[in-house]
Structures are given as structure tokens and as C-alpha cells.
Nanobody, 123 residues
Framework: QVQLVESGGGLVQAGDSLRLSCTAS????????MGWFRQTPGKEREFVAA????????YYADSVKGRFTIYRDNAKNTVYLQMNSLKPEDTAVYYC????????????????WGQGTQVTVSS
């Protein structure tokens, strides 16, 4: 199995930046894709960004494109989400996810999930 641990959330003002981290452990050899999703109460879990371990291809939701960057540190088995120009609409619990398959923007295709980290952006 795979374990994912997120960190880096917090309370910031609009326009500020945060960097989220997700470290994978366990049987990580099988993982091909890492993703970030976010969720607010009463809403579906929303795709934010994803990264393919092999080749490093990245994918972004239109709502965050140009503001957020997903990148990796292979030596640390860690994926980061750099969030710039944060907006109140970005407020959510952010979840790290992983899967053995190729890229997907659908949360139900992911096999492993972190515990979530709260990001709150005030106006």
C-alpha cells in the first residue's frame, strides 16, 4: 500500500502564496500519477493539478492555470503545489492523491489519498 501525507496549508490573504507538500511512502514503485484535488462542504471533490512521474508532464484545471504549479522532488518522493495569487475562491481542503494508472482528472480514478490540509484565503 501507499501512504500520502500533505502539509503546508494555512490562513492567508488574497494575493498571497502557499506551497503544499505531499510525501509518498510505502509501495510507491507502482505509482504513475500524482494529483491535487480540493473540496468544500457540499461540493464535489474538484481536480486542481496532476503530474506524471515518468516524464514529468503536468496538467491543470482551468481555474488555477497560470497561478498554481505542480512539481516534484523525485529523491524525496514528494510532490508540491505552489499556489500564487490566491483568491477566496481557492479556499478548500486540499487533498493529495495518487494512482497506478495514467493521468486522470477524475477523483474516483485515484487509489490513494492523503488526509487533507486546509487552505483558507481571506479577502
Amino acid at each position: 500500500q501507499v501512504q500520502l501525507v500533505e502539509s503546508g496549508g494555512g490562513l492567508v490573504q488574497a494575493g498571497d502564496s502557499l506551497r503544499l507538500s505531499c510525501t509518498a511512502s510505502g509501495r510507491t514503485f507502482s505509482l504513475r500519477t500524482m494529483g491535487w484535488f480540493r473540496q468544500t462542504p457540499g461540493k464535489e471533490r474538484e481536480f486542481v493539478a496532476a503530474l506524471a512521474w515518468s516524464g514529468g508532464s503536468t496538467y491543470y484545471a482551468d481555474s488555477v492555470k497560470g497561478r498554481f504549479t505542480i512539481y516534484r522532488d523525485n529523491a524525496k518522493n514528494t510532490v508540491y503545489l505552489q499556489m500564487n495569487s490566491l483568491k477566496p475562491e481557492d479556499t478548500a481542503v486540499y487533498y493529495c492523491a495518487a494512482r497506478s494508472g495514467y493521468y486522470s482528472a477524475s477523483y474516483y480514478n485515484y487509489d490513494y489519498w492523503g488526509q487533507g490540509t486546509q487552505v483558507t484565503v481571506s479577502s
